[in-house]
């Protein structure tokens, strides 16, 4: 049930996988939904998907909750759940953002609000999520970097990633098992060191990339195709995985062949930025010029016309009608835009094939137009 006319809400909404719509800048108890809590979040890669296999946030969050004491367990689980509705943002990105904490800690609060959760016991397991992040860092990137001078200890926790499908059920089960069983008052975790957040973000190559000032040369093919096919659209409010690097693949055939390459590239900035939401981005402040930055040392670095670009945004309009049809839930509310669909047929990849895929799709397109790069 919708609580109030769209007119009067601020911002504009996004569909939820269970075809609701919740409106980020203004979210209401009533809009949220478990189901789509826990799949949008098994649908979601950790560390912008620089990790070697799919490790979903959904998975992070159940592991979380069973390592925290069980006064604050449900509010470990649900500790990331904002991000079934808003972007990860990187750390390095964050303070950047004027007006992102203010939009999270909203959400945040919602969620609470929705699901009986004291939202003063999501700050008593953050420190906790720290450590299991050390504990994912060492299991899953290829090559870690130590530089931060204060390093949490970690868990402890073995890692071993899930399917999403698994990730999803588990945390389903979880949420259950939690929400039926008595909460104790929470004691306090232990001191732990101040962390510093690092000015770059760590790839799939073992790579150091700094999001604010990006150079061309940090820019990697191997780390743009694996971290966008790790990535999946619309927030993992898809019926099945459907990743970003699978969508560039298909547009570049889809599009006029002078400009198939551009088509290829144009979201490689989500490789290393969060796929930010539409009704969001407005509201954040500084995104743009941090989103412009990124775009052009990908470009000088891997050749891309920077005028083919805007040429490319018609055709990624007419897509999205595409992949609507094939992916989402029926709305319960009516899409504004109705673009003409190109016609093309959506069948989800694996990550593994979306990224061998896009990297085929790239050396072809590089040899046709004679590129060295990459």
């Known amino acids: 049930m919708l609580d109030l006319p769209d007119e009067a809400r601020k911002g504009d909404w996004i569909q939820t996988f269970t075809g609701r719509t919740m409106f980020p800048l203004d979210p209401r108890p009533s809009e949220i939904d478990i189901a789509d809590i826990a799949h949008m979040l098994s649908m979601q890669c950790r560390f912008s998907g620089a990790t070697r296999e799919f490790y979903s946030a959904a998975q992070h969050a159940v592991l979380l909750s069973r390592a925290v004491p069980s006064g604050i367990a449900l509010a470990a689980l649900h500790c990331g759940s904002a991000d079934a ?6 750390a390095p990105v964050k303070p950047l953002l004027q007006g992102f904490d203010a939009v999270e800690r909203q959400a945040e609060a919602t969620i609470c609000a929705a699901l009986g959760i004291d939202v003063r016991h999501l700050a008593l397991a953050r420190p906790y999520r720290a450590r299991l992040a050390e504990d994912e860092r060492a299991a899953l990137l290829a090559r870690p970097s130590d530089a931060l001078p204060h390093r949490p200890r970690p868990l402890g926790v073995e890692i071993e990633p899930w399917t999403p499908r698994m990730a999803e059920a588990r945390f389903l089960a979880r949420h259950g098992e939690l929400s039926r069983g008595a909460r104790t008052a929470p004691e306090p975790p232990p001191a732990e060191s101040e962390t510093v957040a ?7 190559t073992g790579r150091s990339f700094f999001p604010l000032a990006p150079q061309p040369c940090d820019v990697d093919i191997a780390d743009i195709a694996h971290m966008l096919s790790m990535k999946c659209r619309y927030n993992g409010a898809t019926g099945e995985f459907y990743s970003v690097a ?35 981005k407005p509201s954040l402040q500084g995104f ?19 005028l083919h670009l805007p040429l490319v945004k018609p055709y990624d309009a007419r897509i999205l009608a595409d992949e609507r049809a094939a ?41 046709q137009c004679g590129r060295q790069h990459g």
């Open 85 to 90: 509705y808003l972007p990860s943002v990187p």
């Open 198 to 204: 690092p000015g770059w973000i760590d790839t799939f």
């Open 246 to 280: 699978q969508h560039g693949e298909l547009l570049s055939r889809a599009v006029p062949a002078d400009i198939a390459y551009a088509a290829l590239h144009h979201d490689d900035a989500e490789a290393y930025l969060p796929d930010v939401p539409s009704p969001v």
């Open 288 to 306: 743009k010029a941090i989103e412009r930055r990124v775009e052009s040392a990908i470009g000088e670095a891997l050749g891309v016309n920077a």
């Open 327 to 367: 992916l989402l839930a029926v709305c319960e509310r009516a899409w504004e835009r109705h673009p003409v669909p190109l016609g093309i047929g959506i069948e989800p990849w694996p990550p593994c094939v979306a990224e061998a895929r896009f990297l085929a799709r790239h050396a072809e397109l590089s040899r």
